[in-house]
């Protein structure tokens, strides 16, 4: 009953930026922490950031300075803006919600299939 989509990925040259987008839907009943995490190739998944529903972020540094998380609670939507994109930030970029539904009382994370982000000259 929880679905998590993204949107935004796609091709764009080093220095360019993307903003990518999750939307949560379901029966949802709150959201605690939103966040984004990204598979490279070779390389395990690792977190890039997190907001909570109070507005704290916390970034990787590799892309502190350059990528920005934000949300929409209204509309159970998290965003990452991400601008002046490097080659090494190519990966798949998958959304993550810490939430509670009408099933369970408590948070449970739900995942989204991901989107890829190419970043190549």
């Known amino acids: 009953q929880v679905q998590l989509v993204e949107s935004g990925g796609g091709l764009v040259q080093p220095g360019g930026s993307l903003r990518l987008s999750c939307i949560a839907s379901g029966n949802i009943l709150s959201i605690n922490t939103m966040g984004w995490y990204r598979q490279a190739p070779g390389k395990e998944r690792e977190l890039v950031a997190t907001i909570i529903s109070g507005g704290s972020t916390n970034y990787v540094d590799s892309v502190k300075g350059r990528f920005t998380i934000s949300r929409d609670n209204a509309k159970n939507t998290v965003y990452l803006q991400m601008n002046s994109l490097k080659p090494e930030d190519t990966a798949v970029y998958y959304c993550?919600?810490?939430?509670?539904?009408?099933?369970?009382?408590?948070?449970?994370?739900?995942w989204g299939q991901g989107t890829l982000v190419t970043v190549s000259s």
């Open positions: 993550n919600a810490e939430l509670r539904t009408v099933y369970s009382h408590r948070y449970l994370k739900f």
